[in-house]
């Protein structure tokens, strides 16, 4: 069964640049959102979508200038891009990969943004 595993979140200084990683794994390729959660409780936010090209990418208004979404197929890999990280910006990140039927989320990772 196929399992999206998110990597690396970590500490990091306002102003950074972070690159967060959703790994599949195979050779099937999924339309990949990623997602973030600023705090328990509350719903998670959309930020970006790649579709199984890589031609098309969406983002939410939350994410436009700051973030890019991309993928690596030799690794299928679905990677996220965050420059110049604010402390709002803190949040476990998620992706999900869309499957027949729904989607399947990753367990998230955490970014923590200090000023």
């Known amino acids: 069964q196929v399992q999206p595993v998110e990597s690396g979140g970590g500490l990091v200084q306002a102003g950074e640049s972070l690159r967060l990683s959703c790994a599949v794994g195979g050779r099937t390729f999924y339309n990949t959102n990623w997602f973030r959660r600023r705090a328990p409780g509350e719903e998670r936010e959309h930020i970006a979508s790649i579709t199984v090209s890589g031609r098309n990418k969406y983002y939410a208004d939350l994410a436009k200038g700051r973030f890019t979404i991309s993928r690596d197929d030799d690794k299928n890999t679905i990677f996220l891009q965050i420059n110049n990280v604010k402390p709002e910006d803190t949040a476990v990140y998620y992706c999900?990969?869309?499957?027949?039927?729904?989607?399947?989320w990753g367990q998230g990772t955490q970014v923590t943004v200090s000023s």
């Open positions: 999900n990969i869309q499957i027949s039927g729904g989607v399947r």
